[in-house]
Each structure stands twice: as C-alpha cells, then as structure tokens.
C-alpha cells in the first residue's frame, strides 16, 4: 500500500458528462501529481499540485482541471467527456515539489470507462 | 525530443529463469532514473532510483544499471518468480532549466513480463 487513496476505483459514465476523481496523498506529501494512461499507453503527466498551488503542467486538455485543496487532497476534473477520454488516471504524491530528488508514490488509479 | 524507449516489448520466461530489461533515453538534462513495477490495473511501485553518478543499483532480486555516456539503463531480474509477471517501466526525470521541466516524468512503453510455471 503505497498510502496514497483514489476514489472512485472504477468509472462509467457517457459521453459529454462530467466526472470528478479525488486523490487522497500520503501523510506529509504535499506535491500531488495526475497522469492519463490509455490502453497499451506509456503515463501521461497531466498537472501537478505544491501545496495548493499549481507548480506545472503536462499535456492536459482544456476540457479537463484539477485542484488541490487547503487539506491537500486533490480532485481532477474532466469535462465534456469524449470515448477517446477512457483511461487509467493516476494519482502521485511526493513530498518535495522537484522529482529530481525525491520518490513519488503512486495511487491504485481510478478507470474511466465513456460510453 | 525527450524521449524514453524499451524494449523488448513483451517477454515469456520460464519461472527460475533470468532475464534483463532495456531501456534507451534521450531525456535531456538527465537527473535521475527510476525503474517501476506496476501489476494489471494498479499503480506503479518503484523498484529503485538511480541519478548520473550511479552505475549500479540493487533492491533484492532485481538489479538496474545506468550508462548515462550511451543513455543506456537495463533491469536484471535473477530467479524469476511466478509474482513478477508485470509490466516493468523506466522513467526518467528530466532536471530543470525552469521550474515546469523539473517536475517531469517521462515514461516509458513499458515491457510486459509474464513468468510461467
């Protein structure tokens, strides 16, 4: 158990609805980072969060945006769902903000499923 | 382009056996390397880390190397068991010239290992 928590495991909705997914970090973390993986896809880096702020941005659509709150949780959310938007999403969370340094810890990840 | 490439794609191996893993990059500034094991349908679990100066790295039955001259790395797996099959992916963490590239991650494909009895 790496101590990092996603909710909800599993996900089916249709397309153009909108989804939330929360991601609890670990205890002390306070870098909380999102990645997409689609089928037989390498992870692509969404957003990252340093306490509460946004420190950096990958290849995130418009469509989607997250947050981190006061208690360091974080929520992605994805808008306007298209069938191309199925995918493993998942959650990290380090305790630096820099990876250069330090070990990222990987949520259980949360499966979209768009119909 | 920052780019991180593995290979082979799929492996079958006989439990017991050992087999080794590849991985090429041309991430560029190079700060560490890392090797995950992530198992069907859940995150992945870092096996170890490894920055420029590191040649080579242990953590139990799995040993990784790093030739950063030939940006080279390879994941050896002694006495395979049947709980390694998995896919085995290397990232690399770029180092920053400002404060987005320092935070990221480039994945690799990913090799998928299947141990059989």
């Known amino acids: 158990d790496s101590g990092v928590t996603q909710t909800p495991k599993h996900l089916i909705t249709a397309t153009g609805q909108r989804v939330t997914l929360r991601c609890s970090p670990r205890s002390g973390d306070l870098s909380v980072y999102w990645y997409q993986q689609s089928l037989d896809q390498g992870l692509q880096f969404l957003i990252q969060?340093?306490?509460?702020?946004?420190?950096a941005k990958g290849n995130i659509l418009e469509r989607f945006s997250a947050q981190q709150f006061p208690d360091l949780h974080s929520e992605l959310n994805l808008s306007s769902l298209e069938l191309g938007d199925s995918a493993l999403y998942f959650c990290?969370?380090?305790?630096?903000?820099?990876?250069?340094?330090?070990?990222?810890?990987f949520g259980q990840g949360t499966r979209l499923t768009v119909v | 382009k920052n780019q991180v490439e593995q290979s082979p794609q799929s492996l079958i191996i006989l439990e017991g056996k050992n087999c080794t893993l590849q991985c090429n990059y041309t991430v560029s500034p190079f700060s560490n390397l890392r090797w995950y094991k992530q198992d069907t349908g859940r995150g992945p679990v870092s096996l170890t880390i490894?920055?420029?100066?590191?040649n080579t790295k242990s953590n139990g039955r799995y040993t990784a190397t790093l030739d950063a001259d030939t940006k080279q790395s390879s994941l050896h797996i002694t006495a395979s068991q049947l709980s390694d099959s998995a896919s085995y992916i290397c990232v690399v963490t770029r180092g920053w010239k400002n404060n987005n590239a320092g935070n990221m991650l480039t994945f690799g494909g990913g090799t998928r290992l299947m141990v059989k009895p």
């Open positions: 969060y340093y306490n509460g702020e946004e420190r």
């Open positions: 490894m920055t420029f100066s590191e």
């Open positions: 990290a969370s380090s305790l630096g903000q820099y990876l250069t340094n330090t070990e990222a810890f």
